[in-house]
């Protein structure tokens, strides 16, 4: 760059931060902090409901993706709390390790691995899934998340909840189901999906309010409403958020869970921890790359600092008893639609989090679960809704099916290895794709023309045998290698063993361009001696 280039990028960089340029980020980050709130605020409670853990969980979590991992990021724009994406993870490694707290020992570790991914650069290899298989992925975390919070969503009474049965429940062979629950869930869900609409995006009201934040105001407003006016019908707490209140020091550290450190050499625990840890970075590297794309600016930010980042919020949430997070791609389109410029919006939704904790807990417990059920019912329905399989569909079977068995691997397994089938399949169709072009066998006549269309390795030696079986005898074959920069050993052997039992069968063989293996040697180490001198 030029002298003056310098000097103006310079006088650019002292013009967006004078104090005016600041004052202006700073009442768009308020603005914009206070939206993603908003919004946040009732899936935090959401996805902790969801998981079968204490409110607290998913509120500490979000507190710490705004305090802590956004001060650590790269990203402007991004905003890091409890993914839905993780409920599956979550609610399987509690029942299968027997505990909250050596559950919280897993997170430490998978936040530690995490930091381990971006000492290693390993931000990068998150391209190399294939993009059927994450939509498979998420596809089938939708399905999970529909599929678990229905039963909340309709206000199921069995068993032991029985005793809370009243006047506003109705029986059904699963279970009596609250009508009140019912009715929010079944609103609440025509609101989400009528509040992303484009005729309703031209109400002033549904652009200022966030559609979580309307199904929310709606359960309390429900929720005082039946309180006050018909006692019968009102939702038995049961059936609300139950946040502690933290009115007192002695009440904080109640709230708080510890990880069991006396799990930490447990292999199973190990292996959750594996598996929050690559689902969890995948999360947010997709995140981070959506966020770039709509961020009007442009600006990028790196991988492998976003992943030690997240890695550190991990670790500080599981001592504080929270729920692991990742970059959300929810709150993070929030927040760049609401205006956000820097990273300091994503601090004030953390420290207003942090406020609603202490300030907000009455409000708060007026929350039905049905309305947080509805939320998560939502998201699931945007993360496997049919116009993704119909649009999978026709991008062609080597898309759709690694895209199905990873939907099928997860739902009948776990997440980490549903991915694994995932690209397992992919990586089968591709080899599949690649190796039946390797060679083509052209005839006219009794003249055959094999042609080396690419680099020939063992794995298409099939293949190879296939195309010689149909030479037939007393014909003239010409093989053209000219393509080929490297042939493995075992296709020569076998091209040579065609040559040799020629004659017997009256078969003339020509070989046009074909490589010597010292001349592909030193063509194959011509790039690695480019790279050299460069």
């Known amino acids: 760059m030029s002298p003056g280039g310098v000097a103006q990028l310079d006088l650019v960089d002292t013009m967006n931060n004078s104090p005016v340029t600041r004052l202006s980020n700073l009442r768009s980050d308020v603005f914009a902090g206070i939206v993603v709130f908003l919004v946040a605020l009732p899936l935090c409670l959401g996805i902790a ?28 724009l991004s905003v890091s709390g409890p993914a839905a994406g993780l409920v599956v993870i979550v609610v399987s490694a509690i029942a299968s390790l027997g505990s909250f707290s050596a559950f919280l020992s897993a997170v430490l570790i998978a936040g530690a691995l995490q930091i381990g991914f971006g000492l290693l650069r390993a931000g990068r290899l998150a391209s190399f899934v294939p993009v059927a298989v994450i939509k498979g992925m998420l596809a089938s975390i939708g399905i999970i998340l529909i599929v678990k919070q229905l039963p909340l969503g309709l206000g199921l009474v069995s068993g032991a909840d029985a005793q809370v049965a009243h006047a506003g429940t109705l029986p059904t062979p699963f279970g ?105 970075s995948l999360e947010t590297l997709l995140s981070l790359e959506a966020v770039e794309q709509i961020d009007p600016k442009r600006r990028r930010a790196s991988p492998d600092r976003e992943l030690k980042a997240q890695g550190v919020g991990n670790m500080v949430a599981a001592v504080l008893g929270g729920l692991p997070l990742t970059a959300v791609i929810v709150r993070s389109s929030a927040n760049v639609n609401a205006g956000a410029q820097t ?34 019912i939502h998201t699931g329905y945007k993360l496997a809704k ?149």
């Open 49 to 76: 409901t969801a998981a079968g853990v204490e409110p607290f969980a998913g509120l500490s979590s979000g507190i710490v993706g705004g305090l802590v991992v956004a001060l650590l990021s790269g990203s402007h």
């Open 386 to 534: 049919p116009a993704l399989f119909a649009a999978m569909a026709r991008e062609g079977v080597d898309r759709f099916v690694p895209f199905a068995a990873t939907i099928v691997g997860v739902l009948a397994t776990d997440l980490l290895i549903g991915i694994g089938i995932g690209i397992a399949t992919s990586a089968l169709l591709a080899m599949r794709a690649n190796l039946s072009r390797t060679f083509t066998l052209t005839c006219h006549d009794d003249h055959y023309l094999l042609v080396l269309r690419k680099d020939a390795t063992f794995l298409s030696k099939p293949m190879l045998s296939h195309c010689l079986e149909q030479i037939p005898d007393r014909a003239t074959v010409l093989i053209d290698a000219e393509r080929a920069d490297f042939i493995d050993r075992d296709i020569r052997e076998t091209l040579d063993a065609f040559v040799s039992e020629a004659p017997q069968r009256q078969i003339s063989v020509e070989r046009m361009r074909w490589p010597e293996p010292a001349a592909q040697e030193g063509r194959a180490l011509l790039p690695s001696l480019r790279a050299t001198a460069g």
């Open 176 to 280: 009596d189901v609250t009508i009140v629950s019912v009715l929010l869930v079944v609103v609440s869900l025509a609101m989400l999906f009528f509040w992303e609409t484009p005729r309703a995006k031209r109400y002033a009201l549904v652009r200022m309010v966030p559609g979580p934040l309307a199904a929310v105001a709606l359960g309390i407003g429900v929720t005082l409403a039946l309180d006050v006016l018909a006692p019968a019908l009102a939702l038995p707490t049961e059936h609300r958020v139950a946040l502690a209140s933290l009115d007192s020091f002695a009440a904080l550290t109640g709230a708080l869970s510890m990880p069991d450190f006396t799990q930490l050499a447990d292999g199973h625990v190990w292996r959750v921890a594996l598996t929050l840890a690559i689902v969890a």
């Open 343 to 376: 990273r300091m919006s994503a601090v004030i939704h953390g420290a207003l989090l942090l406020v609603s904790v202490f300030a907000l807990t009455a409000v708060l417990n007026l929350i039905p679960l049905a309305c947080l059920a509805a939320i998560l």
